[in-house]
Nanobody, 126 residues
Framework: EVQLVESGGGLVQAGGSLRLACAAS????????IGWFRQAPGKEREGVSC????????YYADPVKDSFTISRDSAKNTVYLQMNSLKPEDTAVYYC???????????????????WGKGTLVTVSS
């Protein structure tokens, strides 16, 4: 059974930090790209960051490229998203997703992702 399980969300003040984790199982982790997407209330889901597991290449959306860092631990089949300097506009449900076709992830094409987690809520207060 394929599973992607996010953790690490919560309530933080503006300027604070959180680290999200995405634990994967049930598929060949090293053959995929793992992305983080987010959906704020009343808004469409948007891509945040993506990492190609095999070579560690990283991709970021412009709004987060200077404050978020994606990483992976292949021994644990886990991808992390370190979020620093958080802003109220970062408030959203954050999802991780997996894509076997890595360009689906690197181009943040959410409709093409193969597997999704259930999400974790990040709330940034002002």
């Amino acid at each position: 059974e394929v599973q992607l399980v996010e953790s690490g969300g919560g309530l933080v003040q503006a300027g604070g930090s959180l680290r999200l984790a995405c634990a994967a199982s049930g598929f060949a982790f090293d053959d995929y790209a793992i992305g983080w997407f987010r959906q704020a209330p009343g808004k469409e889901r948007e891509g945040v960051s993506c990492i190609i597991i095999s070579d560690g290449s990283k991709y970021y959306a412009d709004p987060v490229k200077d404050s978020f860092t994606i990483s992976r631990d292949s021994a644990k089949n886990t991808v992390y998203l370190q979020m620093n300097s958080l802003k109220p506009e970062d408030t959203a449900v954050y999802y991780c997703a997996a894509a076997e076709v890595v360009t689906t992830c690197t181009h943040f094409y959410s409709a093409g992702m193969d597997y999704w987690g259930k999400g974790t809520l990040v709330t940034v207060s002002s």
